[in-house]
């Protein structure tokens, strides 16, 4: 029990370094979501209970990296908590229960769910950060929300096999 | 009943609970999970930086086994071009000294009052939303909040072509030389601003590039020396643009925008970018989209200019504490006199001169102590 959590943390700390850290997946602008990537292989493989915690602190760790601004005029001060945590967690969640009705083993499967999950994360972000920030241009969706969600779930296809390998399914263990 | 339910869907009661947790922190703008949060960001940058490290040492290894054949022929190559400089280089000498006697005569007092701390690049655009860079440097080692961040990188530009000319040709004779220069492609060393420090922690710091969707920066046309504002774009939109500019003058492909000044945060005459060819004039004011100078997406050193920004009359509120901002200010401008030693052992000064060390306290607020 102890190690499959050290197995979680440490893939989700990999997941968060590749996200942050290593710029060589980038294409063009745009980033895949590795938090999601791994988020939605626990939640599917392991069930959208810890799904939704490893979305949730994964999502905390992207909300921590992007910092706490103090605004220079008014005193206030600009914290980005929430804005990744709470979409990556209802992701996790939903992906634990969506996959019960889905052939696990089946690629095309889990890249509809990538693909669905990213397009609803990039969604919750946008609505989160017009409604408590600044509003966003809804050609935000266009260029960054679905790009995103293409090169994601194009991306998972290889990623799901390698986490398959890394850390396979409890009951094959 | 609720906690049966409850304990039977802890899925669904986790969500409902991380949800109404977060939205509540959102909607009431409470700095719970904030404090929380920037506690652990100096144990999650030791580990970003130790990251970086590895993944950089391991791309350096690979890439210098392969570039080792292409490195002895351009050893080569460049001997013979060494040979050649070596001329110029006298040739320059002469000008420096030709240079340093007109200064002198002209009285000109060339200026640096800043120094700077030169920061590696651990972290950049964690995500497709926002934009934040982190550094290595943090309060330790003299990085505050607020202070003004530039880089050199080296990028190809387009520069005419410089023919060997008589030195006793005139101006007149020179000009339609010039209307006939070729070009070509060359590497230049460039200056430019990267944004400004907003978080700082003992040994990592945050940086807002400039284009952020939150960055604003003032700015001047060098031209003209007409201001401006240059804001960050969302996401989508990766150039920054120049607002608020007069219709009175006419903006051209490649102007270039330096830093005014005015905000008492950035040093002026910094340069910025170049203006597009992206030009919109609008009712009262024209706007125009900006390349900037450094290429954020490919940076890797930074140099913080050790500046406080000057502005007195407004209560800074950066994430900073006490201790850690003592203990920065000390290392850009010595120890700092503490107001209660100086209520008690009154220095033997002037009211003017004791009353500074106290300003710089209460200017920096830390919020989270």
Request: proline letters at 8%.
């Given at each position: 029990m102890i190690l499959e959590k050290i197995i979680i943390i440490t893939a989700l700390l990999i997941s968060y370094f590749l996200q942050t850290s290593i710029d060589f997946f980038r294409l063009g602008s745009i980033k895949p979501d590795f938090i999601l990537l791994i988020t939605t292989y626990f939640a599917i493989y392991r069930g959208e209970f810890i799904g939704l915690w490893v979305g949730y602190i994964g999502g905390l760790l992207l909300d921590i990296n992007l910092g706490t601004m103090a605004s220079m005029d008014n005193n206030t001060i600009r914290q980005y908590i929430g804005i990744n945590a709470i979409p990556k967690a209802v992701c996790g969640y939903l992906a634990g229960k969506v996959s019960r009705n889905f052939n696990k083993d089946n690629t095309i499967s889990w890249v509809a769910i990538i693909f669905s999950l990213t397009l609803l994360k990039g969604i919750m972000t946008f609505l989160l950060t017009s409604i408590f920030y600044n509003s966003m241009a809804a050609q935000t969706i266009i260029t960054v929300i679905l790009p995103e969600a293409f090169y994601t779930s194009a991306l998972s296809i290889f990623w799901f096999k390698f986490l398959y390998w890394a850390i396979p399914p409890l009951q094959t263990q | 009943m609720l906690i049966e339910h409850f304990s039977r869907n802890k899925a669904g009661a986790s969500l409902f609970l991380l949800i109404t947790l977060n939205l509540g922190n959102l909607i009431l703008q409470t700095r719970l999970i904030a404090n929380a949060a920037n506690a652990s960001t100096n144990l999650l940058d030791f580990f970003s930086k130790t990251f970086h490290n590895f993944g950089t040492g391991t791309i350096n290894l690979i890439d210098s086994y392969g570039n080792y054949i292409q490195v002895k022929k351009e050893n080569e190559a460049l001997t013979k071009q060494i040979e050649e400089y070596q001329q110029i280089a006298l040739q320059v000498n002469a000008l420096e000294d030709e240079n340093r006697k007109l200064r002198e005569n002209l009285e000109y007092q060339q200026k640096s009052e800043f120094t700077t701390i030169p920061a590696e690049v651990i972290?950049?655009?964690?995500?497709?939303w926002f934009q934040t860079i982190i550094i290595n440097k943090g309060s330790e080692d003299g990085i505050m909040p607020y202070m003004p961040v530039i880089a050199y990188q080296v990028s190809k530009e387009r520069v005419p072509i410089i023919n060997e000319v008589d030195p006793g040709m005139n101006a007149e004779i020179l000009d339609p030389l010039r209307k006939n220069e070729q070009f070509e492609t060359r590497e230049v060393l460039k200056q430019g601003v990267v944004g400004k420090i907003i978080q700082v922690a003992s040994h990592s710091a945050r940086i807002l590039p400039i284009t952020d969707q939150y960055s604003k920066l003032g700015i001047k046309i060098k031209k003209s020396n007409h201001w401006g504002i240059l804001s960050g774009q969302s996401q989508s939109r990766e150039l920054p643009v120049l607002e608020f500019i007069t219709l009175a003058i006419t903006l051209e492909e490649g102007d270039e925008i330096i830093t005014s000044g005015a905000s008492g945060m950035f040093p002026p005459n910094i340069p910025v970018g170049k203006i597009t060819s992206q030009i919109k004039r609008l009712a009262t004011f024209q706007e125009a989209i900006i390349l900037p100078e450094?290429?954020?997406?490919?940076?890797?050193t930074v140099l913080v200019i050790t500046k406080i920004p000057h502005n007195p009359e407004k209560d800074f509120t950066p994430s900073l504490s006490h201790e850690t901002e003592q203990v920065a200010i000390q290392k850009i401008h010595g120890p700092v006199v503490e107001k209660k030693n100086l209520e008690e052992n009154p220095p033997a000064t002037t009211k003017e001169e004791s009353a500074e060390p106290v300003k710089q306290k209460s200017g920096f607020k830390g919020l989270f102590q």
């Open positions: - | 972290s950049i655009d964690p995500d497709n450094i290429d954020i997406s490919r940076l890797t």
